[in-house]
């Protein structure tokens, strides 16, 4: 039982509502791809990577917390609460208990808020920003800017990631270990989707 704060209840459905919005968006950038709107399809794979690891964040956050000492005060639990609505916390969330099986180069890209600034450049025309000023310096940035492959390495990343989910479920490995129910979002029809799948990330392996 959860003693005070968000109830656990509302924790569940926001982690297994996160997973499921995640395939969405992930979904909808395939889409986007085999179209080939690469700016809008890269811009909604980050929001699915996002979204994908809130869902985790969460998942964690109940786990460590009812395997150690407990749920942590109401002032902490806010604070990591507001953590959830902060873009590039939740990219470096993505790959934060793994870094090393990430190419550095990536590590560092999600570290300095390049990706962040990269979606953002991938709906928007506009001038760099720095240090709080305009840079009229700067060259004009345009959605065009965003190539095929880097909406493909990103939509990868994540389809690697799914498919990993779906295969451990299905040798019964259960992936998810906080969030109720969040198994359940993946299904056949969910796998057969993401194998059709033929790019590669390169972005994450064992040999960094």
Same mark, same amino acid.
């Given at each position: 039982?959860?003693?005070?704060?968000?109830?656990?209840?509302? %924790?569940?459905?926001?982690?297994?509502?996160?997973? @499921?919005?995640?395939?969405?968006?992930?979904?909808?950038?395939? %889409? !986007?791809?085999?179209?080939?709107?690469? #700016?809008?399809?890269?811009?909604?794979?980050?929001?699915?990577?996002?979204?994908?690891?809130?869902?985790?964040?969460?998942?964690?956050?109940? +786990?460590?917390?009812?395997?150690?000492?407990?749920? #942590?005060?109401?002032?902490?639990?806010?604070? +990591?609460?507001?953590? =959830?609505? !902060?873009?590039?916390?939740?990219? +470096?969330?993505?790959?934060? @208990?793994?870094?090393?099986?990430?190419? #550095?180069?990536? $590590?560092?890209?999600?570290?300095?808020?390049? %990706?962040?600034?990269?979606?953002?450049?991938?709906?928007? $025309?506009?001038?760099?920003?720095?240090?709080?000023? $305009?840079?009229?310096?700067?060259? $004009?940035?345009? #959605?065009? @800017?965003?190539?095929?492959?880097?909406?493909?390495?990103?939509?990868?990343? =994540?389809?690697?990631?799914?498919?990993?989910?779906?295969?451990?479920?299905?040798?019964?490995?259960?992936?998810?270990?906080?969030?109720?129910?969040?198994?359940?979002?993946?299904?056949?029809?969910?796998?057969?989707? %993401?194998?059709?799948?033929?790019?590669?990330?390169? !972005?994450?392996?064992?040999? +960094?």
């Amino acid at each position: 039982m959860k003693p005070e704060g968000i109830s656990k209840y509302k %924790l569940d459905k926001i982690a297994s509502e996160s997973l @499921r919005n995640s395939l969405r968006l992930h979904f909808d950038a395939t %889409l !986007l791809f085999h179209n080939e709107s690469y #700016p809008s399809a890269f811009q909604l794979a980050i929001f699915a990577l996002e979204e994908f690891s809130k869902a985790k964040w969460i998942d964690h956050y109940i +786990w460590s917390s009812e395997t150690n000492e407990g749920y #942590p005060d109401m002032e902490f639990e806010q604070e +990591w609460l507001k953590l =959830l609505y !902060l873009h590039p916390n939740k990219q +470096w969330n993505f790959i934060a @208990r793994e870094t090393i099986d990430y190419s #550095p180069k990536f $590590v560092s890209f999600i570290q300095n808020r390049g %990706l962040e600034e990269k979606k953002q450049n991938a709906i928007y $025309v506009g001038l760099a920003r720095s240090k709080g000023k $305009v840079d009229i310096s700067s060259r $004009v940035s345009t #959605p065009w @800017r965003i190539k095929k492959q880097d909406a493909a390495q990103i939509i990868s990343l =994540l389809n690697s990631e799914y498919l990993d989910i779906c295969q451990r479920i299905e040798r019964e490995e259960f992936y998810f270990e906080g969030g109720a129910h969040m198994d359940n979002v993946f299904d056949y029809k969910i796998f057969k989707k %993401l194998l059709e799948w033929t790019h590669k990330s390169g !972005l994450k392996n064992s040999g +960094w």
